[in-house]
T-cell receptor, first 115, second 114 residues
Framework: DQQVKQNSPSLSVQEGRISILNCDYT??????FLWYKKYPAEGPTFLIS?????DKNEDGRFTVFLNKSAKHLSLHIVPSQPGDSAVYFC??????????????FGSGTQLTVLP | NAGVTQTPKFQVLKTGQSMTLQCAQD?????MYWYRQDPGMGLRLIYY???????DKGEVPNGYNVSRLNKREFSLRLESAAPSQTSVYFC?????????????FGDGTRLSIL
């Protein structure tokens, strides 16, 4: 049972346009959400995060939106650049026993930005 | 700026062989994690160590053991490798287990078991 779902395995956009990557979750205990970017043969790199007390967080060209009632978050990249082509993972965490926090990952979306 | 270093980067094993994957971080982080990534799936947590001297099971611990050797190093051991353990293994670290901070990942170990 996937608690974090990225239903689009791939997305292609033109350079300069907006890229919108989506993520849905089922566990209402999740209170911290992250996006990671991964290039081939490299490890995931942290991109941006959002706490459940916010509905938007912005960092340069990257903005994450959180809709708690819909259990949905999205990552907007504006404007998209060819270097943004990578796999994007959505991840979520909740406070678990012993105060430890674990990340639950979605399956990823391959973004291709066309020049 | 090494961050999280994993060795080896690639390995091919035969079924039944044993192997230890090494991970070291130089960021003075307390918490360390081992994940596996399989095609079409996200990263799944195998084991983690919230702090030096502690280890706990994650989502998919069967067939693996771990050792938190010291604050810097966290190793993952396959005692008797099986083809189902063919995967890319990622190690990660974080300042503290319980806070809202991102995990930092190594570049992975690509393991094939024949």
């Amino acid at each position: 049972d996937q608690q974090v779902k990225q239903n689009s395995p791939s997305l292609s956009v033109q350079e300069g346009r907006i890229s919108i990557l989506n993520c849905d979750y089922t566990n209402s205990m999740f209170d911290y959400f992250l996006w990671y970017k991964k290039y081939p043969a490299e490890g995931p790199t942290f991109l941006i995060s959002i706490s459940s007390i916010k509905d938007k967080n912005e960092d340069g060209r990257f903005t994450v939106f959180l809709n708690k009632s819909a259990k949905h978050l999205s990552l907007h990249i504006v404007p998209s650049q060819p270097g943004d082509s990578a796999v994007y993972f959505c991840a979520a965490s909740a406070q678990s026993s012993g105060s430890a926090r674990q990340l639950t990952f979605g399956s990823g979306t391959q973004l291709t930005v066309l020049p | 700026n090494a961050g999280v270093t994993q060795t080896p980067k690639f390995q091919v094993l035969k079924t039944g062989q044993s192997m230890t994957l090494q991970c070291a971080q130089d960021m003075n982080h307390n918490s360390m994690y081992w994940y596996r990534q399989d095609p079409g799936m996200g990263l799944r947590l195998i084991y983690y160590s919230a702090s030096e001297g502690t280890t706990d099971k994650g989502e998919v611990p069967n067939g693996y053991n771990v050792s938190r050797l010291n604050k810097r190093e966290f190793s993952l051991r396959l005692e008797s490798a099986a083809p189902s353990q063919t995967s890319v293994y990622f190690c990660a670290s974080k300042v503290q287990s319980g806070n809202n901070q991102p995990q930092h990942f190594g570049d992975g170990t690509r393991l094939s078991i024949l």
